[in-house]
């Protein structure tokens, strides 16, 4: 089916953009080939029943944080490959055998775990049926503002504090001079 | 438990994974602090995969919890990089294995 074959191709994009992400040494094309990563999970997000996530994913992290990301490194003038940005053999296998036994954990709780509580298969046929019926923003969005009204203005607090905060952080400090005359 | 979700879900779950592991090799192979950020961003975007993949079993509520996710990243994001600017400002580098005021 050319959806599971869809599916497939986007995983694979993933990882492949993953791999490629950081092995490169310049930080542009780094950024670069991460856009390209989140376009591919973004693509699984849509073949999974979750369009409203997909259609965020895009907005939000292909384009505004990564935008950031280049935003800062044209800023600082970082956009050149520098030859010691990977660490040694050392660093290497140490954090290749880190990595590797974060695998083996994550694989064994998403497949072997025998001792799960019964699930229910709601699986995708039930949010398909709410999308139907809700739209697929409604279906995100009557749970946001009933539910979960508390946890939204949290969030939102939490949004107008880090952005006094990086205002606070990134403004330059000004002289006394400049301070005398303003 | 794998059954439920289907081979799709099943390779979800593998493709989280994977890209878990791999922002975790970035993050201790890398000295870019930048980069090192970038794949901080990857781990949260392999988190979300996994997330969105067990709503389907469970219902809406891994989406929302994916958006709250998503919210509190541009915040840390926005934040972090204030940091690596400030800290630009004083060292002229952006080298991890620099900034050593808090290492033995």
């Not at chain 1, 693509?43 to 990301?69: E, Q």
């Not at chain 1, 590797?100 to 046929?125: K, N, Q, W």
Request: include cysteine; charged fraction near 15%.
């Amino acid at each position: 089916m050319i959806q599971d074959f869809l599916f497939q191709a986007f995983a694979a994009g993933a990882i492949l953009g993953a791999v490629i992400m950081v092995t490169r040494r310049n930080p542009v094309s780094a950024v670069i080939f991460l856009v390209g990563v989140f376009f591919a999970t973004s693509g699984m997000f849509l073949m999974l029943d979750a369009h409203y996530i997909a259609a965020i994913n895009v907005i939000l992290y292909g384009g505004a944080i990564m935008v950031l990301f280049l935003f800062v490194l044209m800023l600082l003038n970082l956009g050149h490959a520098d030859w010691r940005d990977l660490r040694g053999p050392m660093g290497g296998l140490i954090g290749g055998s880190i990595s590797i036994a974060f695998l083996g954990v994550l694989t064994r709780l998403f497949v072997g775990g025998t001792d799960a509580r019964p699930m229910v298969e709601v699986a995708g046929s039930a949010l398909r049926e709410a999308a139907a019926e809700q739209g697929v923003v409604g279906v995100v969005a009557r749970p946001l503002f009933t539910e979960y009204t508390i946890v939204l203005e949290v969030t939102g607090v939490l949004l107008l504090v880090s952005m006094v905060g990086t205002i606070l952080l990134a403004r330059r400090e000004r002289t006394v001079g400049e301070r005398e005359r303003t | 438990m794998a059954a439920a979700l289907g081979l799709n879900g099943l390779i979800a779950l593998f493709v989280s994974a994977i890209l878990f592991s791999i922002g975790v090799i970035g993050v201790l192979l890398r000295r870019n602090a930048i980069i090192v950020f970038m794949c901080i961003e990857l781990m949260l975007n392999a988190a979300n995969l996994s997330l969105i993949a067990f709503s389907r079993m469970h219902g809406i509520e891994g989406q929302i919890f994916v958006f709250f996710v998503m919210a509190v990243a541009a915040a840390e994001a926005a934040v972090g990089l204030a940091i690596i600017i400030a800290i630009f400002r004083h060292y002229e580098v952006v080298d991890l294995d620099r900034f050593r005021l808090l290492k033995w």
